[in-house]
């Protein structure tokens, strides 16, 4: 049964970093793509990151380029996401999801059938 569990999230001053991580189990993690998701209530989950099986081929929402980077461990089948130059407007819920994406498609939500319960990044002085 596939498994993600993301872990990292927490209450941080604006400017300042995290790291999320994403461990996956139950699957593949090689043959799986990764994105990264955030939500707050009210509003639809939205993309901000995803990366390819290989880790070849890697997008980001125009919101955090230059702030946040995706990565990934096959060791350790984990992904991550490391947030530096943290908002207020970048709080929300991080997901993180798997699915055999292609890239053009990889920060579409609908596209991955394999979730994590997700974690609260909060960005508050």
């Known amino acids: 049964q596939p498994k993600l569990v993301e872990s990292g999230g927490g209450l941080v001053q604006p400017g300042r970093s995290l790291r999320l991580s994403c461990a996956v189990s139950?699957?593949?993690?090689?043959?799986?793509?990764i994105g990264w998701f955030r939500q707050v209530p009210g509003k639809e989950r939205e993309g901000v990151s995803c990366i390819s099986m290989s880790g070849e081929r890697i997008k980001y929402a125009d919101s955090v380029k230059g702030r946040f980077t995706i990565s990934r461990d096959s060791a350790k089948n984990t992904a991550y996401l490391s947030m530096s130059s943290l908002k207020p407007e970048d709080t929300a819920v991080y997901y993180c999801?798997?699915?055999?994406?292609?890239?053009?498609?990889?920060?579409?939500?609908?596209?991955?059938?394999?979730w994590g319960q997700g974690t609260q990044v909060t960005v508050s002085s």
């Open positions: 139950g699957i593949t993690f090689d043959h799986y793509a």
């Open positions: 999801a798997a699915d055999h994406v292609p890239p053009s498609m990889c920060t579409l939500a609908n596209e991955y059938g394999y």
